[in-house]
């Protein structure tokens, strides 16, 4: 991972800085995401919100460059009773950081934490069948498919991607 970026959990003062970098991630992979760029709308108030939701409920972890927010891990437990022993973890990062280990970093981070919470025992994603690299690193660090759901992403009229669920035991 590149020496530059700092791995952190978030706080109510990156909001902002969180609305920036979500903005840009869903500009960059329309094809890659379930919200298009037209149907984000968060206000700043809404994002804190969300943000000190994971205080209770899971982890929110940004990284850092030059103190711009360039990549984000959320993971929320369920808040369910039955369901209350896993949650379920999304990612992004802005292309011009790709391929340098951040979400290498952030995987690490939330597993290593993962463990530490007696209440975390599985964690799962859902991907994009065509989001091949987050495929590759997931598959990385021992995520396995456990379901998909054919063609349940229409991206624009005849051309679809299948839903990938992925998890593993921690």
């Not at 369901?83 to 690490?108: K, N």
Request: aromatic share 10%; proline share 2%.
């Amino acid at each position: 991972m590149s020496n530059r970026c700092t791995i952190r959990k978030a706080t109510e003062a990156d909001a902002e800085q969180i609305l920036i970098h979500t903005k840009k991630v869903i500009k960059s992979y329309p094809d890659f995401l379930a919200t298009s760029p037209e149907e984000f709308k968060t206000t700043l108030e809404e994002e804190k919100e969300w943000i000190a939701s994971h205080e209770q409920h899971g982890l929110l972890l940004v990284a850092e460059v030059q103190e711009k927010v360039i990549g984000l891990l959320n993971f929320q437990l369920s808040t369910r009773k039955k369901f209350s022993h896993q949650g379920m973890f999304g990612m992004s990062i802005q292309e011009p950081y790709t391929e340098q280990g951040i979400g290498s970093s952030l995987l690490q981070h939330l597993l290593e934490w993962a463990k530490k919470d007696e209440r975390v025992e599985k964690i799962s994603l859902e991907v994009f069948s065509n989001n091949k690299r987050a495929l590759h690193l997931y598959e990385k660090f021992g995520f396995k498919e456990e379901g998909r759901r054919k063609k349940n992403a229409k991206l624009r009229p005849g051309h679809y991607v299948d839903d990938i669920y992925m998890s593993q035991f921690v």
